[in-house]
C-alpha cells in the first residue's frame, strides 16, 4: 500500500521570492547574488581574512562593486570537522559588521544556527536569517524568525560539521533531502513562520560528501516543486574539485580553484529559476547570473536593448514568464 500522504498545516502557491525583501531586492527580476563575508578564523575558504572590521567593510565594499545584491554575514565556521564556538564570540565577530552593512543601507542575511544571535541581528537591521540547520541546530530559532517577520533559509542539514561526513547516507538523495526540508518547514510554520517567508536549501556539502551533491543540482526543478524560493550554495565546495579544470594552477589556489566551476553551476542554477546563489567570487557569479538572464530573456523574444548587453541593468521589469522572470506581482513562477 503507498504511503499516505503527510496532511499539511501550511498552503501556498509556489513561489520564486521569499515575501519580506527590501524593496530593492523583492523587485530584482532575475536570481540574487548573496556574497559571503564569513568573521571567523577557520572558513575553508576565506577563514581568517575578515575578523579585523575595516577589512570585512573592504571585502564587503568589493562585493557589492562586483554586483552583490546582498551580503551573508557568518560568525561560526561550517566546514566539515569544525567545532562550534560560543554564542557570545558569534555575535561579537559579527555584531559590529553587521551593524555598520546595515547603516550603509546594505542587504544582510545572518548566518547563523543561533536563536539569540538570530535575533540580535535582527534587531541590528539584518534582513534575512539563514540558518544551514534548517531550525534544527537550536530549537528555538524558528520562534525567534517567527517573530523578526523576517524570512528565512531552511537548509538541509543532518548534523553538525565534526560527524557530518558520516551522515552522508542516502536510498534517493533528491527524494530524502526534499521530504527532510518539508519537516521542517512543517516546524517553522508551526512555530508561526509564514511560508511565504521561507527559503529552501538543499544544503551542498552538509551531509553530502561528494556524489551526493550532484542529483540534488540535476533535479532543482524538484526541489522547485516544493513550492518555495530556492538557495544554491555550492561556491569553491569540495564536490567541485573534480571538476574545477586541469590546469595546475588552479589546483594551487585551493578552494578559489574552484571559481569557475562555481560560476558554471551559477548559470545553471540561475537558468533553473533559483532565487539566490550564495558566493565567494561575486564578479565571475554576478556575470553567469546576467547570462542566464539575457538568454532567458532572448528565448521568449526581448530584444538586447531591453535585456541591458549594453552593460547597464535592466532595472524592474514586468516580464510575465516563469523561471528567471521574478516579479512581487508575478511570483508564481518557479523552475523554468
Ligand atoms: N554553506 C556554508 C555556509 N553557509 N548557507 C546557506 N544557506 N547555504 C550553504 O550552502 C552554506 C551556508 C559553508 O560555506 P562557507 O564556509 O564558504 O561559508
Redesign the pocket.
Not at 572558513?43 to 577563514?47: A, L, P
Given at each position: 500500500m503507498p504511503a499516505p500522504t503527510p496532511r499539511r498545516t501550511w498552503r501556498q502557491a509556489p513561489r520564486a521570492v521569499p515575501d519580506g525583501l527590501p524593496e530593492r531586492l523583492g523587485r530584482l527580476g532575475r536570481t540574487a547574488v548573496m556574497g559571503?563575508c564569513?568573521v571567523t578564523p577557520d572558513?575553508?575558504?576565506?577563514?581568517g581574512r575578515h575578523l579585523q572590521l575595516a577589512a570585512a567593510l573592504d571585502h564587503c565594499d568589493r562585493m557589492l562593486a562586483e554586483g552583490a545584491d546582498l551580503i551573508?554575514v557568518?560568525g561560526e565556521?561550517?566546514?566539515p570537522g569544525a567545532g562550534r564556538v560560543s554564542r557570545d564570540e558569534e555575535w561579537r565577530r559579527i555584531g559590529p559588521l553587521i551593524k555598520e552593512l546595515v547603516a550603509r543601507g546594505v542587504v544582510v542575511s545572518v548566518?547563523t544556527m543561533r536563536a539569540a544571535v538570530a535575533a540580535a541581528a535582527a534587531r541590528a537591521g539584518a534582513a534575512i536569517v539563514?540558518d544551514?540547520s534548517g531550525g534544527q541546530s537550536d530549537p528555538d530559532l524558528l520562534a525567534v524568525v517567527a517573530e523578526s517577520g523576517r524570512p528565512v533559509?531552511l537548509?538541509h542539514w543532518r548534523g553538525h560539521s565534526a560527524g557530518m561526513d558520516g551522515l552522508d547516507r542516502y536510498g534517493d538523495v533528491v527524494a530524502e533531502v526534499a521530504a527532510e526540508l518539508l519537516g521542517q518547514v512543517d516546524k517553522a510554520v508551526a512555530a508561526g513562520v509564514r511560508p511565504e517567508l521561507i527559503v529552501l536549501?538543499p544544503?551542498?556539502?552538509?551531509a553530502k560528501t561528494g556524489a551526493s551533491n550532484w542529483p540534488l543540482l540535476a533535479h532543482l526543478d524538484a526541489l522547485g516543486e516544493l513550492g518555495f524560493p530556492l538557495?544554491?550554495?555550492?561556491?569553491?565546495?569540495r564536490f567541485l574539485e573534480p571538476v574545477r579544470g586541469p590546469d595546475p594552477a588552479l589546483a594551487a589556489l585551493g578552494p578559489a580553484g574552484r571559481d569557475h566551476a562555481t560560476a558554471a553551476l551559477t548559470a545553471l542554477s540561475a537558468a533553473a529559476g533559483v532565487w539566490c546563489v550564495?558566493v565567494?567570487a561575486v564578479a565571475a557569479n554576478a556575470a553567469a547570473v546576467r547570462v542566464a538572464e539575457a538568454l532567458s530573456q532572448a528565448g521568449r523574444g526581448v530584444g538586447s536593448a531591453e535585456i541591458g548587453l549594453a552593460g547597464g541593468e535592466t532595472g524592474p521589469t514586468d516580464r510575465d514568464s516563469t523561471g528567471l522572470a521574478f516579479t512581487d506581482e508575478q511570483n508564481r513562477g518557479m523552475i523554468a
Open positions: 559571503i564569513n572558513s575553508f575558504s576565506d577563514g551573508d557568518g565556521s561550517t566546514r548566518d539563514n544551514v533559509i537548509g536549501d544544503g551542498l556539502g552538509f538557495l544554491v550554495g555550492a561556491s569553491r565546495k550564495r565567494h
